[in-house]
């Protein structure tokens, strides 16, 4: 099976602009999940997916942060405006009930 | 915050020793998981425990899990220096909700 693809691969950007991430998740997978991991960290969750609808947001900086899964498949995750601190991978993972999650190979992003 | 503690941090070893980690979390939990990460790519998942299941094995690896004290161990025995790599816990709870832990590096030497 085709794994979660993601893209871009690596984005740098100055303070104060947007960004916009983009997931795919394996076909069937009812299940998104959006992680933050900050080098030497553990990812932290930012908001999960089940089909089209929002489970849990409570740790996205609404502020700044946006996600939206329409059609319950692909996923895109914005920030405006993006802050230093925002500098992390930013990871998506897919499931289905109650199974493991696939994880892509993620997002870097450097805010100058 | 649901996130859990690892410990070590970071972990370094020869090759053909073992490697063990450990990790807490908070409240009560459907499973145990554990993942792998190598540098600059997605979690790899590897090994799963129910939370009415004390030990488990697969391949090299042995995982155990103590709900009176919210913490399991990972143990890899007779490591590789492919092995190299962090090495995360996540706790899932209800609604499918998964909460990482901070990770332990490993380091193999070979």
């Known amino acids: 099976e085709a794994g979660v693809a993601q893209s871009p691969r690596y984005k740098i950007i100055e303070k104060r602009q947007s960004v916009a991430f983009w997931c795919n998740p394996i076909?069937?997978?009812?299940?998104l999940y959006w992680y933050q991991q900050i080098l030497g960290q553990g990812p932290k969750l930012l908001i999960q997916f089940q089909n089209n609808g929002v489970v849990d947001d409570s740790q996205l900086p609404k502020d700044r942060f946006s996600a939206e899964r329409l059609k319950g498949v692909d996923s895109t995750l914005k920030i405006q405006p993006a802050k230093l601190e925002d500098s992390a991978v930013y990871l998506c993972?897919?499931?289905?009930?109650?199974?493991?999650?696939?994880f892509g190979n993620g997002t870097r992003l450097t805010v100058t | 915050s649901q996130q859990g503690e690892e410990d070590p941090q970071a972990l370094s070893i020869q090759e053909g020793e073992n490697a063990t980690m450990n990790c807490s979390y908070k409240?009560?939990?459907?499973?145990l998981q554990w993942y792998r990460q190598n540098s600059g790519r997605g979690l790899v998942h590897l090994i799963l425990?129910?939370?009415?299941?004390r030990e488990k094995h697969s391949g090299r690896l042995r995982v155990t899990l103590d709900t009176s004290k919210k913490s399991s161990s990972l143990l890899i025995t007779a490591s590789r220096a492919a092995d190299t790599a962090s090495y995360f816990c996540a706790a899932q709870y209800n609604f499918n909700k998964f909460y990482f832990g901070s990770g332990t590096k490993l380091n193999v030497k070979p």
């Open positions: 425990i129910r939370s009415n299941e």
């Open positions: 076909s069937g997978h009812a299940t």
């Open positions: 993972a897919s499931s289905l009930a109650s199974s493991p999650l696939h």
């Open positions: 409240t009560s939990i459907n499973n």
